[in-house]
C-alpha cells in the first residue's frame, strides 16, 4: 500500500513565523500535492509537483512556497505564517494522470 | 467551470441499511472520479477510483457507479456499520489536463452517521 506521511499531526506557531510542513511518499510516485481544507470551502489545491524540482501553483499559492528536491519528498513552506493560514494541510501522492491519488493524515496549523 | 455537488449533505441511518450517496458533476468531460473518506480530524481514505472508460467498481461493501452522460456517480454502502461514520467526499479529474497541470476538483461531502 502507497503510504504518505506527514511530519506532524499538529503545530501551533506564531505570527511571522517560517514554518515547514514535511510530506514523504514511500511508492516512487512523480507527482505530489499540498491542499488546506477549511470548513465550508473544502479543499483547495496550493501547489502541486509533477517531478522533482518542479513545481506549479494550485489555486491560492500566495504566501505560501514549495520545495521537491527529492522525488519522495515535497515541503509546504510558510515564509511569514498569518493568522488566516490556519488550517488542515494535506498532502497526496499519485503515480501518473490516471492513477489514483493517496493523501497524507493532514497537519492541523494554527497560527497565534 | 467544473462543479461537483453532494447530497444530501448529511445523512443519520440506522445499522445494518443499505445506503446510497449522490455526487453530481456539470462537465461530463472527465478523466475519473474517486470516492474518499474522511474521519473528523484525520486525511483521506481512497475508496474507490473510476475511471472514465468504467461503469463501476466493488470493493467488499462498496460499490460506486458512473455515469459520465447523466453526470451522476453514486456511491452504494451495503449492511452499513457504526464504523462506516465519517465523511464521504467525491472528486472528479477533468479530462483536459496536460502533464504540467493538475485539477481534481471536490465536492463538499456527505456526513454520514450510521447509530446501533
Known amino acids: 500500500d502507497v503510504k504518505v506521511t506527514q511530519s506532524s499531526r499538529y503545530l501551533v506557531k506564531r505570527t511571522g513565523e517560517k514554518v515547514f510542513l514535511e510530506c514523504v511518499q514511500d511508492?516512487?510516485?512523480?507527482?505530489m500535492f499540498w491542499y488546506r481544507q477549511d470548513p465550508g470551502l473544502g479543499l483547495r489545491l496550493i501547489y502541486f509537483?509533477?517531478?522533482?524540482?518542479?513545481?506549479e501553483k494550485g489555486d491560492i499559492p500566495e504566501g505560501y512556497s514549495v520545495s521537491r528536491e527529492k522525488k519522495e519528498r515535497f515541503s509546504l513552506i510558510l515564509e511569514s505564517a498569518s493568522t488566516n493560514q490556519t488550517s488542515m494541510y494535506l498532502c497526496?501522492?499519485?503515480?501518473?494522470?490516471?492513477?489514483?491519488?493517496?493523501f497524507g493524515p493532514g497537519t492541523r496549523l494554527t497560527v497565534t | 467551470k467544473q462543479e461537483v455537488t453532494q447530497i444530501p449533505a448529511a445523512l443519520s441511518v440506522p445499522e445494518g441499511e443499505n445506503l446510497v450517496l449522490n455526487c453530481s458533476f456539470t462537465?461530463?468531460?472527465?478523466?475519473?472520479l474517486q470516492w474518499f473518506r474522511q474521519d473528523p480530524g484525520k486525511g483521506l481514505t481512497s475508496l474507490l477510483l473510476?475511471?472514465?472508460?468504467?461503469r463501476e467498481q466493488t470493493s467488499g461493501r462498496l460499490n460506486a457507479s458512473l455515469d459520465k452522460s447523466s453526470g451522476r456517480s453514486t456511491l452504494y454502502i451495503a449492511a452499513s456499520q457504526p464504523g462506516d461514520s465519517a465523511t464521504y467526499l467525491c472528486?472528479?479529474?477533468?479530462?483536459?489536463?496536460?502533464?504540467?497541470?493538475?485539477?481534481?476538483?471536490f465536492g463538499t461531502g456527505t456526513r454520514l452517521q450510521v447509530f446501533p
Open positions: 497526496a501522492s499519485r503515480p501518473k494522470l490516471a492513477g489514483e491519488r493517496n
Open positions: 462537465d461530463s468531460a472527465i478523466y475519473n
Open positions: 509537483s509533477y517531478d522533482v524540482k518542479m513545481k
Open positions: 511508492m516512487d510516485h512523480e507527482n
Open positions: 472528486a472528479v479529474s477533468p479530462l483536459k489536463v496536460s502533464y504540467n497541470t493538475d485539477k481534481l476538483i
Open positions: 473510476i475511471q472514465s472508460s468504467q
